[in-house]
């Protein structure tokens, strides 16, 4: 089976975290042009069914995850008689749309309309879905129920050919928004991790469900809490903030209360994550995953003596980090980048004990899609932000 995963906003990011989750990256022969560029579109053969709706909420960088059941030419009689194989709808008005993701300039008209006449000889009431755009939106999928009841055709150019595919799930987009703007605990100026990136983060770590997480900085608790809808088990938090950790434990309460985690365990420290190893035991920890203090992020402020703080405190960090992770624990960590008008400014901690992790198949390294630093690292940010984050993954040595 041949499956479409269509990446979001930062492509780069998004493949890294699938191949976290398939481990692409110990394929030695992973065909470069499975990573489509034209369409920030990844495709994925396995021999396993994949469980769509199941997946999706666990994975941030995805907006759409569907499978692929044929390849077309680009006339509109070849696509119609590969699409109307599929098209089964139920009793009652049927819903379809169209997405085109690829360089070349789609018209979908032609196409749409040949569905509507199909389905209406076939005596059905239909309803084409239409945007403004070439492909339809995750928020207009679900909507207007495309992925239950009714179909969203998805069409994937590559090479000369077209990839004609049916989406299975689509990003939950009301849950994530709910989950961050619904908890009763959130600090406009602390604890600001969107739950989609700590999604990615905890992906990236590849962890066992029974390994020790530790979020030295848990802020509002976000990392703990997506871990715990992701079935991790064994939960440490720890922050310098006494608020911090007061609003962790609401946060984590009131998760418990909207989500079935019964299983969760989770403990709560209020210490620096500079004194981290007068509680935990050497060796005790299997990851960590967190997003640090990032320095001010409205005003004006000193962009030099900002970042020699932050990387005096990051590597002041990473050398307690050391005493307490397990041979070969691993780090996935959130490193500001500074953005001024003309200039970007990183930081540099030391990570003497560590070796930094390259999270993509060397056969993609090259591809247009990817935007890697010189040290292995993804950059995540928007236009307008004055701080970016740089998403850096180490594993002790």
């Known amino acids: 089976m041949k499956y479409f995963f269509i990446l979001g906003n930062n492509p780069t990011l998004s493949v890294a975290e699938l191949s ?9 022969e992973l065909p470069a042009e499975n990573l489509i560029a034209g369409g920030g579109v990844l495709l994925l053969e396995t ?25 077309s030419d680009i006339s509109t009689a070849d696509l119609l008689s590969k699409i109307t194989p599929h098209l089964k709808p139920a009793a009652g008005k049927f819903n379809f749309g169209l997405s085109f993701y690829g360089r070349r300039k789609f ?37 207007n129920k495309l992925t239950a ?31 961050d703007y ?25 962890a066992d469900k029974n390994n020790t997480i530790l979020d030295p900085f848990c802020g509002s608790g976000t990392i ?44 709560l420290h209020n210490i620096t994550a500079l004194e981290l190893s007068k509680i935990f035991e050497s060796r005790s920890i299997d990851l960590i995953i967190t997003e640090p203090y990032l320095g001010p992020q409205r005003g004006h402020f000193d962009v030099k003596e900002t970042s020699r703080e932050l990387t005096d405190l990051y590597s002041r960090a990473l ?14 960590m959130i490193w500001p980048v500074f953005h001024a008008a003309r200039d970007s400014r990183h930081i540099t901690p030391d990570i003497k004990d560590f070796r930094a992790i390259n999270p993509l198949p060397e056969s993609w390294r090259d591809n247009q899609i990817i935007e890697l630093t010189g040290r292995d690292t993804i950059i995540y940010g928007r236009s307008g932000q004055k701080v970016w984050r740089e998403i850096v993954i180490l594993e002790l040595v």
């Open 182 to 206: 619904g908890r009763p605990a959130r600090d406009d100026r602390s604890g600001m991790l969107p739950p989609k990136l700590a999604q990615i983060m905890i992906n990236l770590a590849q």
């Open 224 to 267: 703990l809490s997506e871990a715990a809808l992701m079935d991790y088990k064994n939960l440490l938090g720890a922050d310098i903030s006494k608020r911090a950790v007061e609003d962790t434990e609401k946060n984590m309460n009131w998760l418990k209360s909207k989500y079935p985690v019964p299983d969760i365990q989770y403990q």
């Open 107 to 143: 018209y979908s008209r032609p196409l749409g309309m040949e569905i509507k006449k199909h389905l209406r000889g076939l005596g059905l009431s239909c309803r084409w879905v239409v945007s403004r755009e070439k492909t339809l939106s995750s928020v207009v999928v679900e909507q």
């Open 319 to 332: 050398k307690e980090f050391a005493k307490i992770l397990k041979p070969g624990g691993r780090i996935v």
């Open 20 to 28: 976290a989750v398939f481990g692409l990256s110990d394929k030695k």
């Open 47 to 71: 021999n396993e069914e994949i469980n769509a709706r199941h997946l999706i909420k666990n994975l941030g960088g995805t907006i759409k995850i569907g499978l692929v059941h044929d390849e």
């Open 149 to 179: 009841g009714g179909i969203e055709i998805v069409l994937v150019e590559k090479g000369g050919k077209i990839l004609v595919g049916q989406t299975l799930a689509v990003q939950p987009f009301k849950e994530l928004s709910f989950r």
